[in-house]
C-alpha cells in the first residue's frame, strides 16, 4: 500500500516570498511522483513530475519539486509567490498495483498569498 | 486541441433520483477515471477503466456505476442508493504507463 501525506493544510506566505509545500510518501516498490495545483472551480493540472532521473525537477510558472529517496520526500518550492499562485495544490504518488499503476493523492494545501 | 471535457459543470437532482455525469476523452489515452473531491479529503477514487469494456471499482464505489463502451467516453452514473452524493466530481485520463493525469474540468453535483 502507498500512502501520500501533506502536513499543511494552508499555507499563508506574503507576495514575492518564498514558499515550500510539504509532500511526504510511503510505498514499498519504486514511485512516481506528481505536484498539480487546482483553483477554484476547476480541475486538476499537472505542475510538474519526477519519474527518474535527476532528483531536482523543474515545472512550470516558477515551481520545483526535489526527490528525496532517504527521507521520502517531494517538496514543492517557488522563490518568490505571486497573487496568481493562490490555489491548492496536490501532491501525488503512483506505483504499481495490481498489474496497473495505481495513483494516490494527498489531501492538498491550500496557499494563500497575501498582497 | 486535445483534452478532457466534462458536461454539465453544474447539476442539480432531487433525491431519489440517477444521474449522470458526462467525461469524453481526445487525447487517445487508453485509461480513464473517475474522482470525488470534497473539501479536506483530497481526491477519492470511485471507478477506473484501462481499456475498453473493462472497468474496476476504486476506494468508494458504492452508489455509483459506470460504462467504458467507447475509447473517448466514460461516463458516471449517480445512483439513488449513493447516500451522500453532493460533491464535486473529476474526471481524468492518462497513458497505460501513468506518467501523470488529464483531468477535465470538473462537475459540480448538489442535491436538493
Known amino acids: 500500500a502507498q500512502s501520500v501525506t501533506q502536513l499543511d493544510s494552508q499555507v499563508p506566505v506574503f507576495e514575492e516570498a518564498p514558499v515550500e509545500l510539504r509532500c511526504n510518501y510511503s510505498?514499498?516498490?519504486?514511485?512516481?511522483l506528481f505536484w498539480y495545483v487546482q483553483y477554484p472551480n476547476q480541475g486538476l493540472q499537472l505542475l510538474l513530475k519526477y519519474l527518474s532521473g535527476s532528483t531536482l525537477v523543474k515545472g512550470i510558472n516558477g515551481f520545483e519539486a526535489e526527490f528525496n529517496k532517504s527521507q521520502t520526500s517531494f517538496h514543492l518550492r517557488k522563490p518568490s509567490v505571486h497573487i496568481s499562485d493562490t490555489a491548492e495544490y496536490f501532491c501525488?504518488?503512483?506505483?504499481?498495483?495490481?498489474?496497473?499503476?495505481?495513483?494516490?493523492f494527498g489531501t492538498g494545501t491550500k496557499l494563500q498569498v497575501i498582497p | 486541441d486535445g483534452g478532457i471535457t466534462q458536461s454539465p459543470k453544474y447539476l442539480f437532482r432531487k433525491e431519489g433520483q440517477n444521474v449522470t455525469l458526462s467525461c469524453e476523452q481526445n487525447l487517445n489515452h487508453d485509461a480513464m477515471y473517475w474522482y470525488r473531491q470534497d473539501p479536506g479529503q483530497g481526491l477519492r477514487l470511485i471507478y477506473y477503466?484501462?481499456?475498453?469494456?473493462?472497468?474496476q471499482k476504486g476506494d468508494i464505489a458504492e452508489g455509483y456505476s459506470v460504462s467504458r463502451e467507447k475509447k473517448e467516453s466514460f461516463p458516471l452514473t449517480v445512483t439513488s442508493a449513493q447516500k451522500n452524493p453532493t460533491a464535486f466530481y473529476l474526471c481524468a485520463s492518462s497513458t497505460r504507463q501513468q506518467m501523470g493525469y488529464t483531468f477535465g474540468s470538473g462537475t459540480r453535483l448538489t442535491v436538493v
Open positions: 477503466s484501462q481499456i475498453v469494456n473493462d472497468f
Open positions: 510505498s514499498s516498490v519504486s514511485v512516481y
Open positions: 501525488a504518488v503512483s506505483a504499481l498495483s495490481g498489474g496497473y499503476q495505481k495513483v494516490t
